[in-house]
């Protein structure tokens, strides 16, 4: 999985607005009606870096750390500790990405 492939599965497959999160491309959830706020941001993409995070919580965290060491750390900041998430892109198939991307956005979602 690369940036761009990453990017166009978000826009093409779930409902998500693109925009600028402090110099990072970010993922939200849409609207839950028209003229309303947008929704959570799900998912940072770190172009330089090559890998996202994501947002989940801790639990979400942690076991996707464990099933799938090597893919997955937590985010080394405050935010990481909350359940930040970073997926290394190269490290994951597109499986995985559309799986873990999923929780992200159910986790979003939450009332």
């Known amino acids: ?3 761009e492939g990453a990017r166009a599965i978000v826009l093409k497959g779930f409902n998500a607005e693109e925009y600028d999160h402090f110099g990072k491309v970010a993922f939200r959830i849409g609207p839950k009606k028209t003229g309303a706020k947008p929704g959570r941001t799900f998912m940072t993409l770190w172009l330089e870096e090559g890998f996202a ?3 989940l919580n801790s639990e979400q965290q942690i076991e996707l750390i464990d099933a799938h060491p090597g893919q997955f750390e937590p985010h080394p900041s405050k ?4 359940g930040a998430t970073i997926m290394h892109l190269g490290k ?3 499986k995985l990405f559309r799986d873990a ?3 992200a956005v ?4 939450r009332p």
């Open 79 to 82: 935010w990481g500790e909350k």
């Open 1 to 3: 999985m690369d940036v």
């Open 101 to 103: 991307l999923s929780i």
């Open 106 to 109: 159910v986790h979003a979602a």
């Open 92 to 94: 994951v198939n597109e």
């Open 53 to 55: 995070v994501l947002m």
